[in-house]
């Protein structure tokens, strides 16, 4: 069973920044080559949506509303993944999701990100 442990997040105004981790582990022994590590969001009243996520490989996808904004990084040796949120906006706002991809998806328990305007 992999967990997803995640942190960072919180309340901010807007503007500012927040940087969100993730890191996941296995109680059965390591991790390796995880496919693909991202990041989803959902707001009250709203599905959940892409934020961004980044392939084994180092490629990246965006969603458009946050690209120039937020990046997306992993550290493979820590089997991590971050999420650099800059210039954050009010519409931010929302529950945040780490997902990784192995032999199946696994998510996080979601951590709150709040923008004060």
């Known amino acids: 069973q992999v967990q997803l442990v995640e942190s960072g997040g919180g309340l901010v105004q807007a503007g500012g920044s927040l940087r969100l981790s993730c890191a996941a582990s296995?109680?059965?022994?390591?991790?390796?080559?995880?496919?693909?590590m991202g990041w989803y969001r959902q707001a009250p009243g709203k599905q959940r949506e892409l934020v961004a996520v980044?392939?084994?490989?180092?490629?990246?996808n965006y969603a458009d509303s946050v690209q120039g904004r937020f990046t997306i990084s992993r550290d493979n040796a820590k089997n991590t993944v971050y999420l650099q949120m800059n210039s954050i906006k009010p519409e931010d706002t929302a529950v945040y999701y780490c997902?990784?991809?192995?032999?199946?998806?696994?998510w996080g328990q979601g951590t709150q990100v709040t923008v004060s305007s």
């Open positions: 980044i392939m084994l490989g180092g490629s990246t």
């Open positions: 997902n990784v991809l192995l032999w199946r998806e696994y």
């Open positions: 296995a109680a059965s022994g390591s991790i390796f080559n995880i496919r693909r």
